[in-house]
Nanobody, 125 residues
């Protein structure tokens, strides 16, 4: 069971990046999936997830309207399209699977069974 994240990098404020997370050893369709981020010295933050039960998406208030999560079942991959990036989006981003994701009541749990390695996103001019 493995999650392989990629796509991080350095981007100027207002720019875009797309993160990818490819799963192997299990099907992402069977679990809630999503992205977290963590800046040094801060708590890990849930950014976005897709509920396994109904496919509804959740977004943290800090990224609503700028980030879009999607899933490609054929490729067993989840993506995070990040537009309008801000310096405060700078963090290590982690993909994860199998955790509490209930978008209808704005809940995204922080304890996942499967984690990918982090990918660093730096937003700076």
């Amino acid at each position: 069971v493995q999650l392989q994240a990629s796509g991080g990098g350095l981007v100027q404020p207002g720019g875009s990046l797309r993160l990818s997370c490819a799963a192997s050893g299990f099907s992402l369709d069977d679990y809630s999936i999503g992205w977290f981020r963590q800046d040094p010295g801060k708590e890990r933050e849930g950014v976005s997830c897709i509920s396994s039960s109904d496919g509804i998406e959740y977004y943290a208030d800090s990224v609503k309207g700028r980030f879009t999560i999607s899933r490609d079942s054929a490729k067993n991959t989840v993506y995070l399209q990040m537009d309008g990036l801000k310096p405060e989006d700078t963090a290590v981003y982690f993909c994860a699977a199998d955790f509490i994701c209930i978008p209808t009541i704005q809940i995204m749990g922080k304890h996942a069974d499967y984690w990918g390695q982090g990918t660093l996103v730096t937003v700076s001019s």
